[in-house]
């Protein structure tokens, strides 16, 4: 398996501008995450989906920011518009939920700078 | 809520040498998992190791063990003969039992001295 993949890898937009970040879960997998990662706040968790669906999104910052998982393959997290504030590093994972054995794959993250 | 504490932003080692680092954490549960996670400059995030809280044994994963220390609520990672390939972030995680979200510590930088 090619792990769970992300893109773009960089992203460098103008503040006001729509992103989009895409990603693909390892196949079979059933739980997707969204984190961002930033010096000052490190690795939060922004949003989860387990079977497709949203289960907690306390986590998004704002209405700026939304994500969606129309099938069990893909997802994407938007941000609408972008600020500078958002510049960070967002990371994908996706995992196989129950049983003790979990455990969760990253993808390599896109790099998103907004100036 | 549940907090992960790195204590050290840096810590180096000579090669070939032992480091420990460091990790604390805070909840009221007795049912949780432990991870440490590791970042190289590619930026992927890499398991390196798990610790069930049940499970009074400490993990080991070749080179790398934890010293799990329940009741100080500790959860050390002890890098063995260390390589040059070990230098990254390593992050500390903790996670609830029937829960899915990781929370993560701030990370400690690790650099090995050739």
């Known amino acids: 398996d090619a792990g769970v993949i992300q893109s773009p890898r960089h992203e460098v937009t103008e503040m006001g501008q729509e992103v989009t970040l895409r990603c693909k879960p390892i196949?079979?997998?059933?739980?997707l995450f969204w984190y961002r990662q930033t010096m000052m706040r490190g690795l939060e968790l922004l949003i989860y989906f387990n079977n497709n669906v949203p289960i907690d999104d306390s986590g998004m910052p704002e209405d700026r920011f939304s994500a969606k998982m129309p099938n069990a393959s893909f997802s994407t997290l938007k941000i609408q518009p972008s600020e500078p504030r958002d510049s960070a590093v967002y990371f994908c994972?996706?995992?196989?939920?129950?049983?003790?054995?979990?455990?969760?794959?990253f993808g390599s993250g896109t790099q998103l700078s907004v100036l | 809520a549940q907090t992960v504490t790195q204590s050290q932003p840096e810590m180096s080692v000579q090669e070939a040498e032992t480091v420990t680092l460091s990790c604390t954490y805070d909840?009221?549960?007795?049912?949780?998992?432990l991870f440490w996670y590791k970042q190289p400059p590619s930026r992927q995030m890499i398991l390196v190791i798990r610790q069930e809280a049940y499970k009074q044994q400490n993990a080991t994963e070749n080179r790398f063990s934890v010293n799990f220390q329940k009741a100080a609520k500790s959860f050390s990672l002890k890098i063995s003969d260390s390589q040059l390939g070990d230098a990254a972030m390593y992050f500390c995680?903790?996670?609830?039992?029937?829960?899915?979200?990781?929370?993560f510590g701030q990370g400690t930088r690790l650099t090995i001295n050739p």
């Open positions: 196949s079979g997998h059933n739980s």
């Open positions: 909840t009221s549960e007795s049912d949780y998992y």
């Open positions: 995680a903790y996670r609830r039992g029937g829960a899915q979200k990781l929370v």
């Open positions: 994972a996706s995992s196989l939920a129950g049983g003790t054995n979990e455990k969760l794959f």
